[in-house]
């Protein structure tokens, strides 16, 4: 099976300190993926990568930059937090493009910034 | 834009019914229909993926089909438990990204 493992499950941070989120999938999938998710407005695209060193702003890149340096780690980095970016962060990968690319997800990491 | 709508947002139903859990997009120009689960405070589980050439896939006690022309899917699960509460979220799948419903949030009452 895939695993897509995020290093935190919970982070408590402070205003204006600078954050990574770490993910790393086992299974040399392509195409990873960053989702923020908040009560009432569902999953929402951060940033995505198709390949090493590439990627792709989502429908809420604001205040947030990624990393994909290997293939098998995607970093979100939060430059400068703030308290509007408290929320569940989840990565996920998928293999390729095509119709029968399963999307695998992490366990999620909740991040509280005060 | 691909939108996804689930419908209803929550339900909740005496141990042992039978549900069906409705997910429908408006760009029936998709690659496939992946179906998740998501418990309190945790990532989403795969649980089923439909491509875009296949009309329905079954794990165990669920069943879900796809209907690119009128944009629906359903997912099936028969003889509930209380151990499938939780919330189902569809995603519509396009040529990189997919794009999520909000889902729906089952709690099954023994």
């Known amino acids: 099976d895939v695993k897509v493992t995020q290093s935190s499950r919970y982070l408590v941070k402070r205003t204006g300190e600078k954050v990574f989120l770490e993910c790393v999938q086992d299974?040399?999938?392509?195409?990873m993926f960053w989702y923020r998710q908040d009560p009432g407005l569902g999953l929402r695209l951060i940033y995505f990568s198709y390949d090493v060193k590439m990627k792709e702003k989502g429908d809420i890149p604001e205040g947030y930059s990624v990393s994909r340096e290997k293939k098998e780690r995607f970093s979100l980095i939060l430059e400068s937090a703030s308290t509007n970016q408290t929320s569940m962060y989840l990565c996920?990968?998928?293999?390729?493009?095509?119709?029968?690319?399963?999307?695998?997800f992490g366990a999620g990491s909740r991040l509280t910034v005060l | 834009k691909q939108e996804v709508t689930q419908i209803p947002a929550a339900l909740s139903v005496p141990e042992g019914e039978n549900l069906v859990l409705n997910c429908s997009f408006t760009?029936?120009?998709?690659?496939?229909l992946q179906w998740f689960r998501q418990d309190p405070g945790k990532g989403l589980t795969s649980l089923l993926l439909i491509q875009s050439s296949q009309r329905e896939q079954t794990s165990g006690r669920l069943n879900a089909s796809l209907d690119k022309s009128s944009g629906r899917s359903t997912l099936y699960i028969a003889a509930s438990q209380p151990g499938d509460s939780a919330t189902y979220l569809c995603?519509?799948?396009?040529?990189?990204?997919?794009?999520f419903g909000r889902g729906t949030s089952l709690i099954v009452h023994p």
């Open positions: 299974m040399d999938h392509e195409n």
């Open positions: 995603a519509a799948g396009g040529s990189y990204i997919p794009t």
């Open positions: 996920a990968s998928s293999f390729g493009f095509s119709g029968a690319n399963v999307l695998t």
């Open positions: 760009d029936s120009a998709i690659y496939n």
